[in-house]
């Protein structure tokens, strides 16, 4: 028998994420009430050494613990941008929670588990270790949607998404149990052996795969599975939607990768059709009524199911060109939304959200810099040149005719035009209506205004020489397909 | 005699599940319950899975049933409102239990029963079911475990931190400090003698 722990140094970075957590559950129940901070840079610590660790892991490739962790190249880009999603979170949230009484420990510690959910569903090589990521990560993200819990609205909104997640987890849990029917086996590796010869129209693995792609576009939050995603975000205190839109959508990436492109590669015809479909809707439902939104939370959620339209369009390509097209189309998609929801953390104040759109008004003449910070952020959403927005939407419209979609493509682009009605409105407001009465206050948490300063100058950073990045997410993907 | 402690068994259990649904007191009903579920334990027994029948113990019987029992007695059920519409909904429910007859019965009469009826092959090579469990959830299943080990704590925190309210108004007892007295925080030495002068 082979023994267990052979590959388990793996696992490190998970393992010390985990410790870490409750770590600082510990720290907090001890010192908590008189020293706030401690708990707050253990979990940076904590973030900044996962780093560390998953860095130290390039390169290296293989399986722990019988096939249910896989360690390649995806598992590693993956797993160092959802670390650096969380570490954005926090910095971003500090200030932010502070004011209404949120800084305690365990939004630390969900955070931090949360983070541990994404990376063991990103490494998962196996139906299990999918499924058990998947709901490691949900749970934490219920909790922390209605962590404020005087509010009604954050309170509905969790009950809401813990529903419509319990029932998303069951119909994803109904196809791995067909497909498991199918092929006798947990394993990734194995599933997509066992496929390799079954027939095109075979009914039931039709039926397994339609189930699996309703499960993921549900975490993803694509059309019309989309439904609790407004809600949630809109509700959820503003860090916690910022958490919701960054780490959890690459996890959902990987989920697919994992699901369909890996087990799933041999019929890849029949969800290919359904992630044509996923794409229209996703791209039509989030770019049309977003411009109906006059609430910038909501607004970008909107966004987020458009956007997820335009990541599934990579899917569809489904070759390794596409398929990395995707995940620096994610990623970069993730680093937007921190930092378009960064820029509501920041400008909030005590007993103030600055979450509607005409709250923005007169920004220029106030705030110069973020309201320059403000356009970068438009602009990448947007698909404007020099930011990076620009080259994730190229790079998957590329795949996409590569692979013989030229429709979708066209389709695509118009949509990408719809989307860059609403995404300039919120700067016409910010730079050329008149401030409101009563000037705002100098205020604003000095970490999330350092955080969002690098973040939207990343954006344009990146955007300038997307070189990088961009092979880096194509080495990714080559061992997959 | 295990045919004779089977039937015993059976009889008790389908006993005790009739009475569950026609005490007339809740409480009673429950613990029927708490019956049929040790009857069912005693049965798993026989039958050589000992883990699953003390597992039926322990968690239903230990945690569930006694969840379920201080429900009904904290709150007041008035039975008889709940017995109102018994006749009215009598046929659906027969209607119900046929189709669930008619299912069980296509059942046996469709598959051979000689399939259903032997065991899912030998269990026991020596060792026990609890240890062969044990040995693949602690092997093979490793990191799941854990993983599902780490979901129970997030649910744990979830819960504590969504309902835990500390409320300065209500008389509650303050532990730490009462164990931290001291004794010349609760007693005071007078001399009478010297006062009584």
Known sequence: MQNPLVHWSFAIPEIWILVMACVVLLVDLFWGQKQRDLGFWLSIFCLTGAMVLSAAEMGKAGSAFYGQLLMDRFTNTADLAVELLGLLVLFYSRGYLMLRGLYRGEVLALLLFGTLGAMVMISGGNLLSLYLGLELLALSQYALVAIYRDQLRATEAGLKYFILGALASGLLLYGMSLLYGLTGSLGIGKIGMALSDASPDNYVLIVALVFVVAGVAFKLGAAPFHMWLPDAYQGAPTPVTLFMASAPKIAAFALAVRLLAEAGSSAMAIWQQLFVALAVLSMLIGNVVAIAQTNLKRMLAYSTVSNIGFLALGIVAGSQNGLASALFYVVVYALMATAGFGMIVYLSREGFEAEEISDFRGLVQQRPWTAFLLLLIMFSLAGVPPTVGFYAKVAVFQALVQAGFVWLAVFGVLMAVVGAFYYLRVLKVAFFDPPPEGARTSGGDPLAGITLTVNSLALLVLGIVPAPLMTFCFHALQEVM | ?197
């Open chain 2, 1 to 197: 005699m295990t045919t004779v402690l089977f039937y015993v068994f059976s009889a008790i259990l389908l006993g005790s599940a009739v009475l569950v649904i026609t005490a007339r007191n809740p409480v009673y009903s429950a613990l029927y319950l708490v019956l049929a579920f040790f009857s069912a334990a005693a049965l798993f027994l026989l039958l050589g899975a000992e883990f699953l029948g003390l597992i039926l113990i322990l968690v239903y019987v230990g945690a569930v049933m006694v969840l379920f029992l201080f429900v009904v007695m904290m709150l007041d059920i008035n039975l008889a409102r709940l017995r109102e519409g018994f006749l009215r909904y009598l046929p659906l429910g027969l209607a119900v239990a046929l189709v669930g007859v008619l299912e069980l019965s296509a059942v046996f009469w469709t598959a051979p029963l000689g399939r259903l009826t032997a065991p899912a092959g030998s269990l026991s090579h020596g060792t026990s079911n609890t240890r062969a469990l044990g040995t693949l959830l602690y092997t093979h299943y490793l990191y799941p475990f854990e993983i599902a080990a780490t979901i129970l704590l997030v649910a744990i925190i979830a819960a504590i931190a969504l309902t835990l309210r500390r409320r300065p108004e209500t008389r509650t007892q303050a532990i730490g400090e009462q164990l931290a007295v001291q004794v010349r925080d609760r007693l005071r030495m007078v001399d009478l003698r010297e006062s009584g002068k």
